[in-house]
């Protein structure tokens, strides 16, 4: 059976929800097709916390981040859920950009200073700061699980239909004006095919599959020529806190590459606390290359401990021997900037590199703009950037 429709989105994650919410703000027609459960944790979008970190210094990031910023507080409007805690992010350690962002950051008004060890540790003392400090205020936890279900009930709300455990097989391109999207509907308890594969004729189609890109689209629409895109599996902590009443901002810790006491370190650390759960911390893109359909769920045990070394020696505020360990997918591109582009009735949104949380409803736009023609991407996100 086929089924003429507008706008089909594939891949229910943040970015497809974020287009599905913002095209349905327009009056698109839009169908959004996910694989698993509402909630699931197969991807890269679950879990209570992601760093909405503002402190980049190029120009594309800093402008979607001004402008994601009151889109994620317009999401709250509409769906009458909190995403955004403007906690603050507090960034230490050997990084050499410091300067550039505290200067850059002002111009798209937010605000950025610095503070001795000291001053920060005694504001924050679960935290053993690293040299000067660079706070941002306006930069906060985001509730990444609040978030995509938010944005797929506010998507819903505006006459998006929403279905998961709808597995897209195929995407053929016919035409400019039809691409045949091909789904199989799954059993949600055992994920095993239920029922007849059904096609959609579409008008446009924005595909937004994370980690399963290069897999769909890289083996289904040949006319959209992917950077080569490494998924890794991510496993980061949570981290008890010995003192409940301590605050924490978010926080970022650059190793210093010339002292020796670093070598355990695996890349620089992110984290920030999630209510209710702990402090998290984790390694930055360096988990182990996977198939994602053939994830272990497991933490590699090195990297494991020396995110525990790296607690003990830095997070007095946490406790390294109690720890809950998360699983998470990166899709990664050489260059760590993200692909959102189109070839004709395609729009793509992949590669977010593990940093991709934050600007999720700017990226949004950006792909409902692609659809309507409206605007192009960013020329950092191009499909045919030099990478
Ligand atoms: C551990 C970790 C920590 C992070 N921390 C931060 C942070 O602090 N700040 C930040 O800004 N970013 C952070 N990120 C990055 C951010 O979470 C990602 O960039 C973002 O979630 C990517 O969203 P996505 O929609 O591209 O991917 P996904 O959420 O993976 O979405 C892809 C969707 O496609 C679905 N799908 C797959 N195959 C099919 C199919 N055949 N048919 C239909 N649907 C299908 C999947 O089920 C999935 O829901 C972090 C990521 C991880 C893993």
Redesign the pocket.
């Known amino acids: 059976m086929v089924t003429r429709a507008d706008v089909v989105v594939?891949?229910?994650?943040?970015?497809?929800?974020a287009a599905a919410w913002q095209l349905a703000r327009r009056g698109r027609e839009v169908t959004l097709?996910?694989?698993?459960g509402p909630g699931?944790t197969?991807?890269?979008?679950?879990?209570a916390?992601?760093?909405?970190?503002l402190s980049y210094g190029e120009d594309t990031y800093l402008s979607l981040l001004h402008e994601a910023l009151p889109l994620w507080r317009e999401l709250e409007a509409e769906s009458g859920v909190t995403v955004l805690d403007q906690v603050g992010l507090a960034n230490h350690g050997a990084n050499p950009a410091f300067d550039a962002v505290a200067s850059a950051l002002p111009t798209y008004g937010f605000d950025a200073s610095f503070l001795t060890p000291e001053e920060a540790g005694e504001r924050w003392p679960g935290i053993r700061f690293d040299g000067r400090v660079l706070f941002t205020p306006q930069a906060g936890r985001?509730d990444?699980d609040a978030a995509?279900s938010a944005l797929q009930r506010a998507a819903a709300a505006r006459g998006a239909v929403v279905r998961h455990h709808?597995?897209?097989?195929a995407i053929r391109v016919v035409s400019d004006e039809s691409v045949l999207v091909d789904?199989q509907p799954v059993d949600p308890i055992s994920g095993e095919p239920a029922g007849a594969v059904e096609t959609l004729d579409a008008r446009r189609v924005v595909v937004?599959?994370?980690?399963?890109t290069s897999k769909?689209l890289g083996s289904s629409v040949p006319s959209i020529a992917l950077p080569r895109l490494v998924v890794t599996q991510?496993q980061?902590a949570h981290f008890a806190v010995r003192d409940t009443t301590l605050t924490w901002p978010?926080f970022n810790h650059a190793p210093n590459p010339v002292d020796p006491s670093y070598d355990y370190w695996y890349s620089g650390v992110?984290g920030?606390f999630t209510p209710g759960q702990g402090v998290k911390a984790?390694w930055h893109g360096v988990g182990a290359v996977v198939d994602?359909d053939a994830r272990t769920f497991v933490s590699e045990p090195a990297q494991l401990a020396a995110l525990r070394r790296y607690a003990r020696e830095w997070l007095p505020g946490a406790d390294p021997d109690d720890f809950v360990e998360?699983s998470?997918?990166?899709?990664t591109t050489p260059d760590s900037n993200f692909v959102v582009d189109s070839v004709g009735p395609v729009s793509v949104?992949?590669g977010?590199?593990?940093?991709?949380?934050?600007?999720?409803p700017s990226i949004g736009r950006i792909l409902a703009d692609l659809v309507d023609g409206t605007g192009p991407a960013p020329a950092l996100f191009s499909l045919a950037a030099a990478r």
């Open positions: 594939v891949g229910g994650g943040a970015m497809g929800s097709l996910e694989r698993f699931h197969q991807g890269a979008s679950h879990g916390s992601r760093n909405f970190n985001l990444a995509v709808s597995r897209v097989v789904v937004t599959l994370g980690a399963w769909l991510e980061p978010g992110y920030m984790g994602p998360i998470c997918t990166y899709t949104g992949a977010f590199s593990g940093h991709g949380f934050k600007f999720t």
